[in-house]
């Protein structure tokens, strides 16, 4: 299926240019709709609406954000794979709706190795292990005594089942050797809603749609999950440096068109989306909430879909974990 997946989306990319016609005017002459399969308030809705802000004033034309949550970004997703291939809809997926979700699922609305036309990587979204600040734990090793003493006693939320956030947050238990219980919501706006409140006591979730709590101590962040401290939360360590050596689970965020869109208008928003990245504004508006700023050409981002869909689906096999 990788194999498939990669040759497929190289043949959109690199098709045969010379065979597609001239715009008659040029991209884009009216206003875009940039799809976000999530609910306001999540990391993916956060990092899009900042593309697609940036992006406007690129192009002179509104680029207008479309939330349609649900099913873990299938529905979204669905909706960018059925539209029509002529830049006007594009998907802000991330690693769920396009590493993850194809090997979580047994069935998709969509082929997902056919459906899309993948332009550029926008950032890589490390995660924050966080907690309501009444939970008795300002360590990860704190918490990991308070779960051992409470099995089954604790939850945590997700964006969804089967998100980066649920497999970060599986991991931490397979490692630690606790019982937390997981508790899915439609988005991460939700998600982080319910731990505010303290309905759930953990949560993994990017840093970029949780710095803003973390701040104003709405959230206490115990530690991230990249290799290496961020930006963002310098006082925040990783949880490599602290309990679990080696341990690392990020999310990311990309640009992508329905299929059959023509090879020579993705390579022209990948390339915007690289000039819109390569403003040091805008990369710094990324890194102050967490994010890691990384545009790639569209090649690169077919592999890198294909690598982590590949890396996903051992884990999602090896822990036996299922969303339906």
């Known amino acids: 299926m ?9 043949t959109l990319i690199l098709g045969w240019t010379m065979f597609m016609p001239a715009f008659a005017q040029p991209y884009p002459s009216r206003p ?11 990391g993916t809705d956060t990092g899009g609406r900042i593309l697609a802000e940036q ?42 709706t396009q590493a993850i979700n194809p090997s979580l699922y047994a069935k998709l609305p969509y082929d997902a190795d056919t459906a899309f036309a993948p332009i550029s990587l926008i950032a890589e979204l490390p995660l924050a292990m966080m907690v ?11 918490f990991i005594s308070l779960a051992k003493s409470k099995p089954g006693q604790l939850s945590y939320s997700s964006a969804g089942a089967g998100g980066a956030p ?3 947050a599986e991991m931490f238990k397979d490692q630690t050797g606790t019982f937390i219980l997981h508790v899915p919501y439609r988005g991460g706006g939700p998600a982080i809603a319910d731990l505010i ?51 690392n689970a990020i999310s990311w965020l990309g640009l992508l068109a329905p299929a059959g869109t023509p090879p020579n208008l993705v390579e022209k928003i990948a390339a915007d989306v690289r000039a819109v990245l390569a403003d040091e504004a805008v990369k710094s508006r990324y890194i102050s909430l967490g994010g890691v ?31 339906e």
């Open 132 to 142: 309501n600040p009444t939970v008795p734990a300002k360590t990860p090793a704190e």
């Open 32 to 42: 875009v709709t940039l799809v976000v399969p999530f609910p306001p308030g999540g």
């Open 55 to 96: 992006l406007s004033k690129r192009w002179g034309q509104p680029v207008v954000i479309d939330n349609k949550g649900g099913a873990a970004g299938q529905i979204g997703a669905d909706l960018v794979s059925k539209a029509k291939p002529d830049g006007y809809t594009l998907l802000l997926g991330n690693i769920g």
């Open 197 to 247: 409140a303290g309905h759930v006591q953990l949560s993994f979730m990017t840093v970029l749609e949780a710095s803003g709590h973390i701040k104003a101590g709405k959230l206490r962040a115990l530690a991230v999950t990249g290799s290496n401290r961020l930006t963002a939360l310098p006082d925040v360590p990783a949880l490599a440096e602290t309990t679990i050596p080696g341990f």
């Open 166 to 168: 649920h497999l970060a």
């Open 2 to 10: 990788l194999t498939r997946f990669r040759a497929t989306a190289l």
């Open 293 to 323: 700023p990384r545009a790639t050409t569209p090649q690169e981002f077919v592999r890198l879909i294909a690598d982590d869909r590949q890396r996903y689906a051992q884990i999602i096999k090896s822990r036996k974990i299922s969303a």
